[in-house]
């Protein structure tokens, strides 16, 4: 789910125009929120969403969309944020960061700019767009959480969804070491989220006596992956850490054709649902993933905020997975508490309560939502409170977490 996918997305939002979404429209993808609100007479509040909406990632991007939908509609039956309705725009890049930008110009130049802008579901997209988005001084939000985004100084607008890679370092390192795994070889994709994970999760396996057998790449965009599970097999671990970027589905059917059945903890982009339908039963046995609380709770235990999102995104249609949805979703929750606090709109009043959002109870993911002038990536209070453990071979029916009998 970060990207996940390599975790799942990116976010970005502008301040200044947070008081709309704008209707999402690509080459060929085009939606708009709810019908005109009451207070149609204000300025709207435009949101605007570039990312792979055809190509690898498709699934992802149009599960984020709709959660971003799913929340304008929300807002908006109670009067969009402090009075402006909220317009959701998207326009697909095909995940490509060159695509992206050309996107995010064309949008920047137009006579409607957007108020925030999720950029893209891959760390190479937020990267390419990140400087513009700067420029513009446009909030974003990034859900790959590429650890070279979160520098404030340099993209002082760019947030995430997610916690930091060392959050789930920490995971990751928890769930070997629960399962008495001492040496692990990696594969991880070649892109900017797959080299930057690796390079934070390296001091994780270290700090706990794991060893690293080999690590090997693979391109990001690979149909079959199975050459490389043999050639990390070849350095004879003990298990593998299977990071993705979108990629889960080609990973784990690679395994299942390299014959590799010994444990492995994949990273949360490999918790992107269904997984039992798009995965062989070969493919999925002995292989262990995370996923935010939402999805493992049992609906009678659920929040008001998380029974609002549920319903909410059913009325769009039920996605295969609730946890990118859940996190765009959050996103625009998280602006409206900022306004409702600052109660204004404004870029600089905005940003700053942005910055002390201090309402966890407005949130549906489970994840935390909470930001520092000096890191702009969620804190979590505990990794283990953020991501939890469970065999990929479990599975989802509607809104329901199904162990595997």
Request: hydrophobic share 40%.
């Amino acid at each position: 789910m970060r990207h996940r996918a390599n975790r799942c997305a990116t976010l970005v939002i502008s301040i200044a125009a947070v008081a709309a979404l704008v209707g999402c429209g690509s080459s060929s993808h085009s939606s708009t929120s709810a019908a005109k609100s009451s207070t149609a007479a204000k300025a709207t509040f435009n949101v605007l969403y570039i990312t792979g909406l055809s190509g690898p990632l498709q699934v992802y991007g149009e599960d984020g969309l709709k959660g971003l939908q799913a929340a304008a509609n929300v807002l908006n039956a109670s009067g969009g944020i402090l009075g402006h309705h909220i317009v959701v725009t998207s326009k697909d890049d095909d995940s490509t960061p060159a695509n992206a930008v050309t996107e995010l110009q064309a949008a920047l130049s137009g006579s409607t700019k957007p108020d925030a802008v999720i950029d893209g579901l891959t760390g190479d997209e937020g990267l390419a767009m990140a400087a513009p988005l700067t420029a513009a001084h446009i909030i974003s939000m990034n859900l790959s959480a590429l650890p070279s985004l979160d520098n404030p100084t340099k993209y002082p607008y760019q947030f995430a969804g997610l916690p930091g890679y060392a959050s789930e370092g920490h995971a990751v390192v928890q769930g070997l070491s629960e399962h008495g795994i001492k040496s692990v070889a990696v594969l991880y994709p070649l892109d900017a989220n797959g080299t930057e994970e690796l390079q934070i999760f390296q001091p994780e396996f270290k700090a706990a006596g794991i060893t690293v057998t080999g690590s090997v790449g693979y391109p990001d965009a690979a149909l079959n992956v199975t050459p490389e599970w043999l050639k990390a097999a070849a350095t004879h671990p003990q298990g593998y850490v299977l990071i993705t970027a979108g990629q889960a589905p080609v990973a784990l059917n690679s395994r299942a054709k390299a014959g590799i059945t010994a444990y492995t903890q994949c990273d949360t982009t490999c918790a992107a649902n269904p997984l039992a339908k798009l995965v062989s039963h070969a493919g999925l046995v002995n292989a262990w993933t995370f996923n935010p609380p939402l999805l493992v709770t049992p609906p009678s235990q659920r929040t008001a905020a998380q029974k609002t999102f549920v319903a909410a995104i059913t009325k769009l249609g039920f996605p295969p997975d609730l946890g990118v949805p859940s996190l765009e979703y959050d996103f625009l929750m998280a602006l409206n508490e900022a306004a409702t606090q600052a109660k204004s709109v404004t870029e600089a009043t905005l940003y700053n309560a942005f910055l002390n959002i201090h309402n966890p109870q407005a949130f549906a993911s489970g994840m935390p939502i909470q930001y520092s002038a000096t890191d702009h990536y969620p804190v979590p209070n505990s990794d283990t409170s953020v991501w939890k453990l469970f065999p990929t071979t479990d599975s989802f029916v509607d809104d329901v977490y199904l162990p595997a009998k």
